[in-house]
């Protein structure tokens, strides 16, 4: 079964940090684009950041950037969303995601993380 795993979502408080992790199952990450993805309730899920496979395209989101710093480690199978400044407006459920095109389309997703909530609040 493919799936992805995130943890590390939870509270935090404002201008705190969190790092969310991704840890895909079942198949190797090498030759797919990463994206991380947000949902608040009402709106529709927003691409906020992806690195190709290569590594050498990284994209964010200009409510994060600068903020926020994407990351990939191979050898663990494993895709990482570095979030620091955090924000009340950041408060929302993430979600990693496998580009099937091995760039970032935010579009052509292989495989879709179950979600993980932050919660931005003092």
């Known amino acids: 079964q493919l799936q992805l795993v995130e943890s590390g979502g939870g509270l935090v408080q404002p201008g705190g940090s969190l790092r969310l992790s991704c840890a895909a199952s079942g198949f190797t990450l090498d030759y797919y684009g990463l994206a991380w993805f947000r949902q608040v309730p009402g709106k529709e899920r927003e691409g906020i950041s992806c690195?190709?496979?290569?590594?050498?395209?990284?994209t964010y989101a200009d409510s994060v950037k600068g903020r926020f710093t994407i990351s990939r480690d191979n050898a663990k199978n494993t895709v990482y969303l570095q979030m620091n400044s955090l924000k009340p407006e950041d408060t929302a459920v993430y979600y990693c995601?496998?580009?099937?095109?091995?760039?970032?389309?935010?579009?052509?997703?292989?495989?879709w993380g179950q979600g993980t909530l932050v919660t931005v609040s003092s």
């Open positions: 995601a496998a580009d099937d095109m091995a760039t970032c389309t935010y579009k052509y997703i292989a495989v």
């Open positions: 690195i190709s496979a290569s590594g050498g395209t990284i």
